[in-house]
């Protein structure tokens, strides 16, 4: 588990624009009051006394947001903002909180960022990928040698030069954060919006039907995951989520040293709060690490970790559905599910509007398990011949449009996906094990640590 105790550096504010006064630890908005109150009428008052319910906040046009925002873009940027006004995009409030992404990048153009994050650029990364969603990418990106020091300095810990030079395994939340973009474009700008400003953090107002079937498994599974949640009322909660430390100093240098095919300062932050989410908050950006109770890799994320992620994250309860049965050497032995079946879960859940992550194994000849990874089903079709052909994202391709893989040769590869309860037949017999899984990964580190 990786010790990251030493990396709760303060994070530095900048633009900081106060207008209200501090009284008695309390923010309090400067209201100003004329002393001779009889020299006005009583419609004159309201304009300036708070407790008359006239009083309306100022009122920032459509129009004045866009040029806000367009005065902080180059001319690329603005194409594509005259074009996420045009197709309706600017206007999409599927925010948690009911923003839009107007409201969202206006925020990003007039309030503070994080010392080392450049409003401009942020605006125009994510003005990309709502406009092409298949541009995010999960490649990490290197940090130069000439600026290694520094950030040892500025974390405090010395890392090897070869930590700097990582192969990202973010692919599963990589997944999640290309299904924001594409399917609630308010949200992907919330996200990009908060974990970039001065809170470093963005929440989630979630019910907890929305993680398990009964209240008291919703609250353990929060528990073991370690979430930092606030329960409201008996159904109601509010999630945290946080990207660690260290993805401040990994999306300072994709501010400043992003190449090409390369992750942007946003896709960090996103990212590594996902991944930070899964991994029991073990994450660390630098090194693309993760600690954690229930994986014995330092990588990436468990499927079932992967469930719990993509619940909080569209709001919405999956059942993990494990498809491959694999030995303890890690040899496919046969299938959990008929691939008939499989594909009919995945259909079901695109004729229902949703993506679905997938995870596939890659097999040697003797179908023995040597790595896998994550991508999404956006679609599925039938090629000249007839024969089904899934329509995908993978975010580790170098490809920014969606590419097709011919159904005889995925499915028997899916090892697992999140399937929603409305996407599986009425004959499917599916049972959560959260508490087996867990319990036999808690098992298995103690003993691994004993020996």
């Not at 900048?14 to 002393?35: C, D, E, Y």
């Not at 159904?235 to 095919?261: F, G």
Request: charged share 25%; net charge negative.
């Amino acid at each position: 588990m990786l010790n990251i105790s030493k990396l709760n550096t303060t994070i530095p504010i900048i633009n900081n624009r106060v207008s209200k006064q501090n009284i008695n630890g309390t923010q309090q908005s400067v209201v100003s009051v004329p002393s001779d109150l009889k020299s006005f009428n009583s419609e004159n008052l309201k304009a300036y006394h708070p407790s008359f319910s006239a009083l309306k906040p100022q009122q920032i046009s459509t129009k004045q947001q866009i040029n806000t925002i367009k005065a902080k873009l180059d001319k690329p940027s603005q194409e594509i903002l005259s074009r996420l006004e045009k197709n309706g995009i600017l206007a999409d409030n599927s925010a948690n909180d009911g923003s839009t992404v107007l409201d969202n990048l206006y925020k990003i153009a007039t309030e503070p960022r994080i010392i080392g994050l450049n409003d401009g650029l942020i605006l125009s990364e994510v003005l990309k990928a709502l406009d092409n969603p298949y541009s995010i990418t999960q490649k990490f990106g290197d940090i130069p040698e000439n600026i290694a020091q520094e950030i040892s300095k500025e974390t405090g810990t010395e890392f090897p030069q070869q930590a700097y030079n990582v192969a990202s395994s973010s692919c599963v939340v990589t997944s999640m954060e290309f299904n924001l973009a594409d399917k609630k474009p308010a949200e992907f700008a919330r996200f990009a919006q908060c974990l970039s400003g001065s809170t470093y953090s963005v929440e989630k107002n979630i019910k907890l039907s929305g993680i398990a079937d009964g209240t008291a498994e919703a609250l353990w599974k929060l528990r073991e995951f370690n979430t930092n949640s606030t329960i409201k009322d008996w159904d109601n909660l509010t999630i945290k989520l946080q990207p660690d430390r260290n993805a401040i100093v990994r999306s300072r240098v994709q501010t400043s040293y992003k190449d090409p095919n390369e992750r942007s300062c946003i896709d960090v932050l996103i990212q590594s709060a996902l991944l930070n989410l899964g991994s029991q908050a073990s994450y660390d950006a630098l090194t693309d690490e993760r600690g954690g109770k229930f994986n014995n890799d330092k990588t990436g994320l468990t499927d079932f970790e992967k469930n719990f992620v993509e619940e909080i994250v569209f709001e919405k309860p999956k059942i993990s559905i494990v498809y491959q049965n694999l030995d303890e050497t890690g040899k496919l032995v046969g299938y959990n599910c008929d691939p008939v079946e499989t594909k009919q879960h995945i259909l079901k859940s695109l004729e229902l509007g949703e993506n679905v992550i997938i995870g596939y194994t890659h097999l040697d000849e003797n179908k023995q398990v040597d790595g896998g990874h994550e991508i999404t089903i956006v679609g599925y079709e039938t090629d000249a011949n007839g024969n089904g052909v899934f329509i995908c994202n993978d975010t580790d391709d170098n490809i920014d449009s969606a590419i097709k893989i011919a159904e005889k040769d995925l499915l028997p590869l899916i090892h697992h996906a999140g399937i929603s309860k409305e996407a599986l037949g009425e004959n499917d017999v599916v049972v959560d094990r959260w508490r087996d899984i867990l319990q036999q990964f808690k098992e298995m580190l103690q003993n691994e640590k004993e020996n």
